[in-house]
């Protein structure tokens, strides 16, 4: 939308996302670490539809175009994503040396800065 000369209108999506991270944020806290990785995976959801929907309205290009044009990533993300799960959870955690491996993920991810994207 900045390209299309929009500046105020992406400055008040933007200010809207955060206020949607904010609320998720106070509701998450009461559910813990869950409720607030819950709360994030929320807010990414709407900030997609948010997104999509002025992206089609400026540009003519649908939501679901854009969609179906994300789902091979989509696709590939989860399927390595399920076969991480499954060496970790089926695997890992019954060996000794799984258990290690599982620390230092651990400790790898926090030096990281705790970041995936």
């Known amino acids: 939308m ?3 000369g929009r500046a105020d209108l992406y400055l008040r999506l933007e200010v809207i996302k955060k ?3 904010i609320v998720a944020v106070v509701l998450g806290l009461r559910f813990g670490i869950y409720g607030l990785l819950w709360g994030q995976v929320a807010v990414s959801v709407a900030s997609l ?3 999509t929907f002025y992206t089609a309205k400026f540009l003519k290009y649908a939501m679901l175009q854009q969609l179906a044009d994300l789902m091979p990533s989509i696709l590939i993300a ?3 994503a399920a076969l ?3 060496g970790v959870t ?3 955690s019954t060996c000794k040396y799984g258990q290690k491996l599982l620390s230092w993920l651990q400790v790898m991810y926090w030096h990281s ?3 995936v994207a």
Do not use: A, E, M
Request: charged fraction near 5%; proline fraction near 0%; aromatic fraction near 20%.
């Open 78 to 80: 989860c399927g390595i």
């Open 84 to 86: 991480i799960w499954w």
């Open 90 to 92: 089926c695997y890992c």
């Open 19 to 21: 206020l949607l991270i």
């Open 2 to 4: 900045q390209v299309k």
């Open 113 to 115: 800065g705790g970041s």
């Open 49 to 51: 539809f948010i997104n």
